[in-house]
DNA sequence: ACCCAGGGGCAAG
DNA sequence: CTTGCCCATGGG
């Protein structure tokens, strides 16, 4: 095994927490380590202390994908010192956040609405399989693209267990194939109209466009806000306050968290999943 | 601005 | 086995 494997420094990073903590929705635990598609690559990834062993090849890959090249220790540094911030720093320390394909990640936040991780894990395997290109001759398959979905009907879509999101993610899917919206023009704006683009997509609303933005195309100040960090924000930082609406979380939350809020938030948020035994 | 439908997995009964 | 719960978005 190890021959075929590469070694990339990897200081200050958690594999199997920055693949766990809900960014990712497609990499299954093999062995010792992990196996996912980056893309239309297959890749084996396992960690041994401050080194990561990946698929001979996928170096590169690899370290881009897994953004080894975010500077965590300076990210930290602008973190806001309270206690919600320090305990989610502590319990997620080398969590980072991926850069995903543009696509796949918007596609994977549609069908994630309303839906707990084990559902949106068989959804993207069910959509991956069904319809994306298979890697090589193995078990992992490429999400499939805007153009494979596009050609499809709503009801084979929604034979995938996707209820009503098949319709957003086929309107999503022949918005971008028909050119109506552009990914690669995303890229280029600013994050304010990049989000408000984003929106234009079927399904997806300001909190699934903050996910694309923030796991896709690398704008780290974007701040989701699903019910588990809205709850976060309620109770420890907004205790007093009976009625804060959802405006007034969201521009506290921008200025709060600053330029690496993303980061803040989703390690806020992993570590209010898994720290309490249910809800609240 | 408020209200609620909606799909399927899962926890609770 | 059956019932109730979960919740982002979009349309009323």
Known sequence: MSARLAEV?????????????????????????????IGDKACYAEQRGDALFVTRGMEEIARRYFALDHPLAEIYATFPRD????????????????????????????????????????????????????????????????????????????????????KNLLRAARQIASGEVSLTAITKLDDDSAHRELMRLGGV?????????????????????????????????FAKKRRVTAARLRDYAAKYFGAYGGYAQQYLFHHARTSRPQKS
């Open 83 to 166: 206690p919600a911030m320090d305990a989610a720093l502590a319990a997620c320390r080398g969590m980072r956040i991926v850069r995903q394909p543009h696509w796949e990640c918007i596609a994977s936040f549609i069908t994630s609405a309303q839906k707990a991780v084990p559902h949106i894990t068989q959804i993207s395997h069910t959509l991956r399989t069904r319809f994306g290109k298979r890697i090589g001759d193995g078990p992992l398959f490429a999400y499939p693209t805007p153009d494979a979905l596009a050609a499809l009907e709503e009801d084979d879509l929604r034979a995938c267990a996707l209820g009503y999101r098949a």
């Open 205 to 237: 609303g300001p909190k699934v466009a903050n996910c694309a933005l923030l796991f896709a195309f690398e704008r780290l100040a974007a701040f989701p806000i699903d019910v588990w960090i809205e709850r976060v924000l309620r109770q420890i930082y």
């Open 9 to 37: 420094a990897a200081p200050d990073f958690d594999l199997a927490l920055t693949l766990s903590c809900g960014q990712l929705f497609h990499w299954q635990r093999q062995g010792t380590g992990w196996v996912g598609a």
